[in-house]
Structure formats: C-alpha cells, structure tokens
C-alpha cells in the first residue's frame, strides 16, 4: 500500500499545532483524534502564554477564540479556616497580553476548523491502537482493522503516550511523575466577572491555591475566569493520593474547596456546565521521553513537555512549539527523502536552541524542590496565622506587632536550620 507522509496521532494542540505548519507545503498529512472532536477529550487549566512561542506560530492562533488576557495574578495560602493572599497587577501585564485563558473544546476544535479549510484531514472517533513496523523502524499506524502507512508518525497523543510507549521511547515512570486535575467550567455573566474579580471588559484573572485545598497533599487548586465562565479546578499528586490514609476520593476536595468562604462568594450563583478530569505530567525535565527514533518523532505531553513552576503551570505552549518544530524537522527530512533517527534527531537539537528544552532544563529541581510535604502543610499553616496574630485585635491591650511576630515565628519553628535550609534551596529553583 502506498504510504501518506505524515499520520499525527492526537489532536490535541501539539499534534494540530504540527499540522498547521505542515500544512500548505503539498504534503499528505492526516491528525487521528479518537474524540468526538478535537477539544473534547482535552483538559487544561488554563492560560496559554502566548509570548514564547509568538516566534514559531506565524498566524496560527490569528483571530483565535482566547477568552480574557491575564492581567490579575494571585496567589493563597489555604490555612484550616483562614487564608493569605497575594494579589499582584501592574501596567505591563495590563498593556501587553503575555498570557490568555483558553477553553480546550473551544479553542482546539476553532484550529481543526482552520486546519480541515487547509486540506488536512481531521478524522475524529478514531483510536489509533499500534504501530506499524518494517524491520525497526516505525511505518504507519494500526487503527481497528484499518492500517495506515505512513512515512513518518507523530506521537501527538498526550501524557499517558501508548504511541512513545509502542515505540520504546517512553521511560519508566512511577506515580510520583504525574499528577490528576479536576475541573469545573462554571457559568456566570461577564458582568458578575468583572466586578468579582476587579477586572475590565477581557481582563482576566489567574488564580493558585495552596493548602487546606488539598489537605496538605502535594497539588494546589487554580481558578480562571473566560469570557462567561469560571474554570476551577484541583490537581493532586498521584502518589501522594495513593499514600492518603484513610483514603479520600479527588471529587471530595474539589467541593470542600468550592465549599470554602474565600470560593463560595466567587462562584455564587454559577451553574457549572462542564466536569472533567485528566492527568498531567509532573516529573520535569528528567522524566522526558526519547523524542525521536526511526519514522517516529514524540511532542508535547506525550513526551512530557509540562512543567509545574510552582507559581505557575505551562504545557500548552511547549505543546505547541514542540508541535511545530516537529514538522519544520518533517519538513527537512522530507527534502532528504530520510526519515531515519539520525535525521529526525535535529528536532531534539532544535528544542534545545528554544524556550522548551531550555526552560525544561532550568527547571529540572522543581519536582525535587516541591517534593516537601512543607509547601502544603506546614506554610500554608503557618503564613496566615502570622497575619492573623498580627491583625487580630482584642480586648487586652495590644503588644508589640514585632514582639508578636518574633514570638511567633520562634514557635513555630520558622527560624529553624531545617526551615532556613529550604529557604537557602529557592537558588536552585
Ligand atoms: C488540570 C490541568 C491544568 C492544566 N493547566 C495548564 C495551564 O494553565 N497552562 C498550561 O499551559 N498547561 C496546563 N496544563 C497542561 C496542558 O493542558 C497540557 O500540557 C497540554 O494540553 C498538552 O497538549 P497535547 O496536545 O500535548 O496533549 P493533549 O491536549 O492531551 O492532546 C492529546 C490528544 O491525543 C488524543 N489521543 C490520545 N490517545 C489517542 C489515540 N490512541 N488515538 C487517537 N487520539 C488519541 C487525545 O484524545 C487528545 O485529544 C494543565 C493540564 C491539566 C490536566
């Protein structure tokens, strides 16, 4: 049977992203989605940043449905029944647009549609369910009874990668490199939006939670707000879900924090309209899969392109760019007429030169680093509880706000060596 050039494997947006530069260059290119459309298997949190991949996009995401550019930063610390909060905006973030919040089924599908009026065929429902070889090299794919030759496969099939893992370049993994999200899309009016959350007219805001959100287990909660909608959200560390003794099921937390007073008046009134869940991968740089082989080349999560900075979570734009640059290596290879690894190893040299591998690398201690039961159990405690001391006024005279403070602080261990060793550790993050 003759062979097609490029079968995509996942229409998520690193495999679309990898099709759109593919694209109008006289290729046969085909993205397999086995959801009912691209979007609807797909769950972020989400804000995409748009700066770093503006570069390799070209007119990619021109006229995209982005719902509202980032121009409120928070962050809480969740005590048992008291919270801290930072609340950061500035003029920069207001003028620029660096980041925007998506929603998945709306933005995906928009660049399927884009794609298909390109002549790429978009075929969703259909699972891809192996690999075809000759010899060891990668040849096409095996959908049901259909086979499907191609000359070169992209793994674009998300974090759990049957399509890397077919190939032999995915690594071992252990539940502590991944972590489960859940999320609501709740709905309220963009008025209700605006006023709750202190913004203009497509102003949005990002929200991280610590803490009490997943009762000191490793993860946090996130809020978005869209256009009309809310999307809130928990992920929680595999792993640590696991250990929880007694056990406690995800969904729990998630309306424990919707539950919580500091979400409950945000949310009021909404009507949630979607329920998703998904997992993400959380080891980092070191848990990367081999991202090239002979006739195979793997992008974003399914070659573990996430990374969880703490005060932030990006996948979608290094999704996107390793989609990209995977076809620009296509692309080259073609001109060739050589798909072999050695060919096809430019992408990794490729990522190397960009913000992917390089802020994977920078970034290779943060699942160490945030390997400490401390982050979610000890300083979302202790944090507030400082605040409170201070703020609270009672009816015996006041002390000193020092004098509280340093008491405080010396009781709680805070000036401890351990404490000041984790704070020393910040450098190596
Ligand atoms: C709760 C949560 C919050 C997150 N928050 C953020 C955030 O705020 N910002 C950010 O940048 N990133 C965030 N991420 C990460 C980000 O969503 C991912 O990194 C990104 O979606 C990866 O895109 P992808 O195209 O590689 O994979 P996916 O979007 O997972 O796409 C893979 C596609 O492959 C399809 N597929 C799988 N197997 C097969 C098969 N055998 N045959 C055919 N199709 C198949 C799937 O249906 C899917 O459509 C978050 C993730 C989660 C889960």
């Not at 770093?52 to 449905?65: N, Q, V």
């Not at 595999?238 to 979400?263: G, Q, V």
């Not at 039961?373 to 507030?384: E, G, L, N, Q, R």
């Amino acid at each position: 049977m003759e062979k097609i050039d490029v079968v995509i494997v996942g229409g998520g947006l690193s495999g679309l992203a990898c099709a759109y530069r593919l694209a109008d260059n006289d290729l046969q290119v085909i993205v397999l989605e086995r959801g009912d459309f691209p979007g609807s298997k797909n769950v972020t949190g989400g804000r995409l940043y748009l700066e770093p991949i503006k570069p390799l996009i070209g007119d990619m995401l021109e006229g995209a449905p982005l719902e509202r550019r980032v121009v409120r930063e928070r962050w809480s610390l969740l005590g048992d029944n008291n919270s801290l909060n930072i609340d950061f905006t500035g003029e920069r973030l207001r003028k620029t647009g660096h980041s925007y919040t998506v929603l998945r089924a709306t933005l995906d599908r928009w660049l399927s549609e884009r794609l298909m009026e390109k002549g790429v065929f978009v075929i969703p429902t259909k699972r891809v369910d192996d690999l075809i070889w000759e010899d060891k090299t990668v040849a096409g794919i095996v959908s049901g009874e259909e086979e499907i030759p191609a000359h070169v496969v992209v793994a674009a099939d998300g974090v759990l990668s049957f399509m890397a893992e077919k190939a032999g370049l995915k690594p071992k993994m252990k539940p502590k490199n991944y972590a489960v999200g859940i999320k609501e899309i709740i709905e309220l009016s963009e008025e209700k939006i605006n006023d709750r959350f202190n913004v203009e007219k497509d102003e949005g805001c990002a929200h991280l939670f610590l803490g009490d959100v997943t009762k000191g287990m490793f993860g946090g909660g996130f809020l978005y707000t869209n256009k009309d909608t809310i999307s809130l959200g928990i992920v929680i560390g595999i792993k640590a879900l696991m250990e929880r003794a007694p056990t406690i099921e995800a969904h729990t937390l998630l309306d424990d924090f919707k539950a919580r007073y500091e979400i409950k008046r945000l949310i009021e009134g909404g009507n949630t309209i979607e329920y998703s869940a998904h997992v993400i991968p959380e080891g980092g740089y070191n848990t990367i899969s081999k991202l090239y082989g002979d006739g195979i080349l793997v992008t974003g999560d399914a070659a573990g392109f996430a990374l969880n900075m703490g005060v932030t979570v990006r996948g979608m734009e290094f999704a996107i760019a390793s989609g990209i640059i995977a076809a620009e290596t296509i692309l080259m290879a073609r001109q060739k007429g050589d798909y072999s690894a050695q060919t096809l190893s430019s992408y990794e040299a490729r990522l190397r030169e960009t913000f992917v591998l390089k802020d994977m690398m920078n970034c290779k201690d943060m699942p160490e680093f945030l390997d400490n039961d401390a982050f979610f159990t000890y300083y979302p405690k202790y944090f507030p509880h400082f605040v409170e001391k201070v703020m609270w006024f009672g009816d015996q005279p006041k002390e000193k706000i020092g004098q509280t403070l340093w008491r405080e602080l010396k009781s709680s261990g805070m000036m401890s060596f351990k404490r000041l060793k984790e704070l020393y550790s910040i450098k190596n993050i």
